[in-house]
């Protein structure tokens, strides 16, 4: 564990930067933690973490060592050593945008000081750290990057829920605009995790996040799409799935689901697609069409559910459906981009009673007109439909497996008489 007075900026402190704060923390960093949103930063304060992998117990411990600063206010990151960039990445109608990195880098400009390392760690298309980045740092300094200040790029891997590989575990991709920047960077992230990875430049690096989420996008692509074929020519995909993952090379498992979600499956291959229609006037067709599919994921769950109300000769439009699991990953309350959005829309829009179960899911996020409800044999029983969404571990699976209602299944967790599998 190192030792250290330096000062880290941590700008955004969601599911990845508040991971990296508190990692900061522990290896001696002081830490600036800096979000804009109110409601995070006085929960901060308070010791409430709202991100599953940082305990309450973790957060408090930061708060004790008198180190750590929560605030949504630039100016108390004045002096930093060493500032890293975690901000959101949106996609609007898909075209990326770069406001927050944009934002954020203006106001980090104003405190930079000489021999400070600026990090960006944000999702975005190759080139950004260089061609969008370092000239906001330059203009709003005066400074000159690679002789003032350094500056570097390294793609966020956090992976909430996985309980073997952590932030610390995760070998780390490091660049920087020069010899010297990369130098920093790695210096910078050999204190707070176990492995990191050099590259050639901040170009690299970008694509590497790019490259990873879009080799799991096609794949994810390639098994829905298996999926839908597979029901209707009356074939079990999951046990072909087990059959073929039994091959000890030239293989690797994805399964079936009722859509993607999170910041990077639906967001970042659209941030390469995009990049190379801009810059090279073509279309990446791989990412296309894996969007596609991927996006349409929901409207064929709801297909395969009115197709299941028909059997019993009941419709949709006023059936209850029971939605179990609402976060895009297992034992995360992670709500973005999350696949049951779509389903909520299109039930809804079919004229749907929407019911829902996820203990993981914060109020602050939960879907409006949506009643939350516990997993019980009588809320099922009261309930036309159900389809599993996500399976956390905390539910009680056995109660879909007995039950006399329809259920369809998306993760293949349950059998039952009442019970089919996407």
């Excluded at 439009?317 to 389903?343: C, H, M, Q, W």
Aim: proline share 6%.
């Amino acid at each position: 564990m190192t030792t250290t007075n330096r000062t880290a900026v941590i700008v955004g402190q969601g599911y990845v930067g508040l991971p990296v704060a508190m990692r900061a923390i522990e290896v001696g960093y002081t830490v600036v933690g800096i979000d804009l949103n109110e409601m995070r930063t006085d929960s901060l304060k308070a010791g409430i973490s709202y991100v599953g992998d940082i305990p309450d117990s973790q957060l408090q411990a930061a708060l004790a060592t008198g180190r750590y600063t929560p605030t949504t206010d630039y100016a108390d990151c004045a002096g930093f050593d060493v500032a890293v960039i975690t901000v959101p990445t949106p996609l609007r109608e898909s075209i990326p945008d770069l406001t927050f990195i944009e934002e954020s880098s203006k106001s980090l400009a104003r405190h930079l000081k000489v021999g400070a390392t600026v990090i960006l760690e944000s999702t975005t298309y190759p080139g950004t750290t260089e061609e969008l980045l370092v000239p906001i740092l330059e203009e709003g300094s005066g400074l000159t990057a690679g002789v003032d200040f350094f500056v570097g790029y390294s793609p966020e891997r956090i992976d909430p829920g996985n309980k073997i590989w952590g932030f610390v575990e995760t070998p780390k991709v490091v660049s920087g605009i020069d010899d010297e920047s990369l130098a920093r960077v790695k210096e910078f992230y050999d204190d707070l995790v176990n492995t990191t990875v050099p590259v050639l430049s901040p170009k690299e690096a970008e694509l590497t996040k790019l490259l990873e989420n879009t080799f799991r996008h096609v794949n994810i692509a390639l098994v829905n799409e298996l999926a839908i074929f597979a029901n209707q020519l009356g074939v079990n995909i999951w046990d072909s799935i087990e059959a073929a993952s039994t091959k000890p090379f030239g293989f690797m498992k994805f399964t079936p689901g009722p859509g993607v979600g999170g910041h990077c499956l639906p967001v970042d291959p659209s941030y390469l697609s995009w990049q190379v229609r801009r810059k090279l006037g073509q279309n990446f067709r791989f990412v296309e069409l894996a969007n596609d599919v991927n996006d349409h994921m929901p409207d064929y769950v709801v297909q395969r559910a009115i197709a299941m109300l028909n059997n019993d000769r009941k419709p949709l439009n006023g059936a209850r459906v029971l939605l179990v699991g609402l976060a895009y990953k297992k034992n995360t309350g992670d709500f973005r981009e999350s696949p049951a959005i779509r389903l909520i829309e299109l039930l809804s829009e079919y004229g749907a009673v929407v019911v829902a179960v996820d203990d993981h899911v914060e109020s602050y996020g939960w879907p409006l007109g949506v009643e939350k409800i516990s997993l019980t044999a009588q809320e099922l029983a009261s309930s036309d439909i159900a389809i599993l969404v996500t399976d956390h571990d905390d539910l009680d699976l056995s109660i879909l497996a007995s039950a006399t209602i329809p259920v369809l299944d998306t993760k293949n967790r349950v059998s039952g008489p009442s019970v089919q599998i996407l």
